[in-house]
């Protein structure tokens, strides 16, 4: 599955690290977003982008910074994280909601913060 | 916000068997009930869909119904597949492109 990319697909960092995690979707959809999946938890929904704008930030700490340049391409930029911060990273993408469709997921970055 | 609660959490079942998986969601505007399935190492991939104007909708061996009333909508696989071992989340989303998901149920069908 190309539709929605991720990379790195892997990624180890310490706390004093600055990295950034890239996410592309090919389904010429309009809406983008961040979730964190940790462990036995649901999926934590971080940032929500629609036609580039953001539409949603669920409380997430200033550590995470979210870019979006255009429909297509989303970032999510990390400085300062903690090891609680180790998690998978995904990003989806979907249509308008009224379309009836889903979000599609990227592959996800596995990030460790040590 | 919206609050979206799944049961059960595991699920073991014979091969053959159907398996039942239950949500509950609080928001009366949440009109649109995707579910997911995601294997060891991948991502959630999107089985089927519901939205509130229906109350059943099936593919193949895979149906979801929905209780608007009630507020809960369910998943049912009949004669399952070791392949559909996983783990299946069910979400809620309104008009907007919010959506809020259960915490997963980790389905194993024991050939």
């Known amino acids: 599955e190309t539709g929605v990319t991720q990379t790195p697909r892997h990624l180890v960092m310490g706390m004093t690290n600055k990295k950034s995690l890239k996410c592309e979707q090919h389904l010429g959809h309009n809406a983008m977003y961040w979730y964190k999946q940790s462990a036995k938890k649901p999926l934590e929904l971080m940032f929500v982008?629609?036609?580039?704008?953001?539409?949603e930030n669920n409380s997430v700490p200033s550590r995470f910074s979210p870019e979006c340049p255009n429909s297509s391409h989303l970032f999510l930029h990390l400085h300062t994280l903690q090891p609680e911060d180790s998690a998978l990273y995904l990003c989806?993408?979907?249509?308008?909601?009224?379309?009836?469709?889903?979000?599609?997921f990227g592959p996800g970055t596995r990030l460790t913060v040590t | 916000g919206e609050n979206v609660e799944q049961h059960p959490s595991t699920l073991s079942v014979q091969e053959g068997d159907s398996a039942v998986i239950k949500c509950t969601y609080s928001?009366?505007?949440?009109?649109?009930f995707p579910w997911y399935k995601q294997e060891l190492g991948k991502r959630p991939q999107l089985i089927i869909d519901?939205?509130?104007?229906?109350g059943e909708k099936k593919d193949q061996r895979i149906a979801v119904t929905l209780n608007k009333t009630a507020k809960h909508f369910s998943l049912h696989i009949t004669e399952t597949q070791p392949e559909d071992s996983a783990v299946y989340f069910c979400a809620a989303g309104d008009t907007g492109n919010q959506f809020y998901f259960g915490t997963g149920t980790s389905l194993t069908v024991i050939p």
């Open positions: 982008y629609n036609f580039k704008e953001q539409t």
């Open positions: 989806a993408s979907s249509q308008e909601l009224a379309s009836g469709r889903g979000q599609y």
């Open positions: 928001d009366s505007a949440s009109n649109y």
């Open positions: 519901i939205r509130s104007n229906v």
